[in-house]
């Protein structure tokens, strides 16, 4: 736990040397965003997003930052993405025609199916 406590300070010092690579992708074609979704890391996502990065980039299935936080079962960050991201990304399937809402109905999370229903996410 204590070593990546100092995850935040490290992102905003690399973000602020360039952001050359911000969007870049590795082999499973996930960006530094959607792995700091996948880690429930809020203060690195949005540091990341003040700082130019995509928040409409997808990996190789089709995941976004949503999706990824939804099959994480992360509530707070679904709540914030939706908030402060936007709500483009609450319609947005991924590469089988998913919906995050999709998946928060197939592993049963009824907190963020909930959510997701209340401002109009589709079904499928």
């Known amino acids: 736990m204590r070593h990546t406590m100092a995850l935040p300070k490290i992102v905003q010092s690399c973000c602020s040397t360039g952001t050359t690579y911000i969007n870049n992708k590795d082999t499973q074609a996930r960006t530094p965003s959607l ?15 003040k700082n130019g990065a995509n928040p409409k980039l997808t990996d190789y299935q089709g995941f976004s930052i949503l999706h990824i936080a939804v099959q994480e079962n992360n ?32 592993k049963d999370y009824p907190k963020i ?3 997701l229903k209340n401002i109009g996410a589709n079904d499928c």
């Open 113 to 115: 199916a909930a959510f």
């Open 75 to 106: 509530d707070p960050m679904v709540h914030w993405i939706v908030e402060n991201v936007g709500p483009f990304l609450v319609n947005q399937n991924d590469s089988n025609h998913h919906s995050p809402l999709y998946y928060a109905q197939k």
């Open 35 to 49: 792995w700091a979704a996948y880690a429930g890391n809020q203060e690195v996502l949005e540091t990341l997003i």
